[in-house]
């Protein structure tokens, strides 16, 4: 029989607090901290000892999340290096001819913003896109609106949800969870593909509809061009696609995996961005700055996610001890058992957990806030019912990133408003119908898988 202490229900209450706010849509750092702060208290009864293992929680999430930190700055530091010298404009080139048509532009359009997104994240990709290409496609018929929709679902939806390449999100994950980043990602992929593929699905037709009678826009201008492009930018923008794809073949072929995998793209991201700022002027300078740069996109990224898991850290025994010391328990596994003992649980039931969880989490619009959670969740769900505890952190991750990643939440899809502009509300109300149609398919995928 678990023992149920004090500190565990300091840990609970805790979590309740969290989840209220929430609901509340404020930001959850302040709850997380204090919780941090009464867990330490109740466990050691001690106030030096609790602002110590304070310090502690947060470096060890920050340990942990550093190689994720690390490759994401790499990327972001590279896309800019690569958009400065005209890159974008030479990749994209070649699909302009084709951008004829609203349902050429849309899946040409949106496969493109996927397709980048896996390999330069989505925030970097809509930059390149919607200022090389908006001009063309509102010229085949699209409207800013749609524009804008689409690549939120094909980028900050479909791809970031998977992440497949740069693997951040699911390294969050998998980090709670306690497993390796690449069996999440095989464990996620029929569910990432039933809710993607069903969102999109959707989509396509709902927008199709609102085109349907549409006049082509002709006051919309060609951007391409317009931008400055360097003679050796075909050269690397050539070789930038054939690193990623030989990078992505080798991954395949001698089955790299996990912090193999990270290192290779991030070793081939700091050549490139080196490739491109040596054909600059004052190109020592430029490496600074880029690198300076995609730092400070990185950090400000998961500044909020090193706090928000160095909480949700102290449920795992074995981040507990490192945290809190020898005398610590699995404190939200611990409550998982003894919720089992008294609550019936199963598939149906945890599977449904997951999905209102990722919804809530998704709420706050950082779609990695809700990870760590739903990674303790899965783990605590897995060892209680003996079911797939990957499938089911899927579920919780996949909901997090289509909710909360900058699909369904106005204040998350600034990045893309910021490029095309377009009211925030418009897009949300946009997406929603085919965000949570393609969410009740993945739950009902997940269900059937576990």
């Known amino acids: 029989m678990v023992g149920i202490t004090s500190t565990h229900i300091v840990y609970l209450s805790s979590i309740i607090v969290i989840f209220i706010f929430m609901l509340l849509r404020k930001d959850i750092i302040f709850p997380c901290i204090l919780g941090i702060l009464a867990v330490a208290m109740s466990q050691t009864k001690n106030i030096l000892k609790s602002v110590e293992i304070l310090y502690t929680a947060i470096f060890v999430s920050g340990k942990e999340l550093w190689q994720v930190i690390l490759i994401i700055s790499l990327i972001i530091a590279m896309s800019r290096a690569l958009d400065d010298i005209g890159a974008d404009v030479v990749i994209t080139k070649p699909f302009l001819r084709f951008l004829n048509t609203p349902s050429k532009s849309f899946w040409i359009i949106g496969l493109m913003m996927m397709l980048l997104s896996f390999f330069l994240w989505p925030s970097p990709a809509v930059g390149l896109i919607g200022a090389v290409l ?16 689409l690549v ?30 690449s069996k999440l990602i095989l464990s996620s992929l029929p569910v990432w593909g039933v809710t993607s593929l069903a969102t999109i699905i959707i989509f396509y037709f709902v927008t199709m509809k609102k085109l349907k009678n549409k006049k082509n826009n002709d006051k919309a201008d060609n951007n391409v061009g317009k931008k400055k492009i360097y003679k050796e930018s075909y050269i690397i923008s050539i070789v930038s696609v054939i690193f990623f794809a030989v990078d992505t073949f080798l991954m395949y072929v001698l089955k790299i995996r996990g912090n193999a ?190």
């Open 261 to 450: 995998a990270t290192a290779l793209i991030g070793g081939s991201a700091v050549i490139i961005l080196l490739a491109s700022s040596i054909v600059q002027k004052d190109f020592l300078d430029k490496v600074r700055e880029y690198l300076k740069s995609g730092f400070l996109s990185g950090i400000r990224t998961f500044a909020p996610i090193i706090l928000i898991s160095a909480f949700f850290f102290l449920g795992e025994l074995t981040t507990a001890k490192q945290v809190i010391g020898p005398e610590a328990k699995g404190y939200l596994m611990d409550l998982g058992l003894y919720l089992s003992k008294h609550i019936p649980l199963n598939k149906y039931t945890v599977a449904l957990m997951q999905l209102l969880v990722g919804v809530l989490t998704g709420l706050s619009g950082s779609g990695f806030s809700g990870l760590p959670l739903v990674g303790a969740l899965s783990k605590t769900f897995a060892h209680t019912l003996n079911i797939n505890s990957s499938l089911l952190a899927s579920l919780g991750e996949i909901t997090c990133i289509w909710v909360g990643g900058g699909t369904i939440i106005p204040w998350s899809v600034v990045p893309v408003t910021a490029i095309i502009k377009v009211d925030p509300d418009s897009i949300v109300k946009r997406n929603l119908f085919p965000v949570i149609i393609g969410l009740i398919c993945g739950y009902i995928a997940t269900v059937l898988l576990l």
């Open 152 to 181: 939120t679902i094909f980028g900050f939806g479909a791809a970031l949800s998977g992440d497949f390449f740069i693997q951040g999100v699911p390294s969050v994950t998998a980090k709670t969870l306690g497993i390796p980043t």
């Open 134 to 149: 908006i001009g063309p496609v509102l010229k085949s018929g699209f409207d800013e609106l749609s524009f804008a929709s």
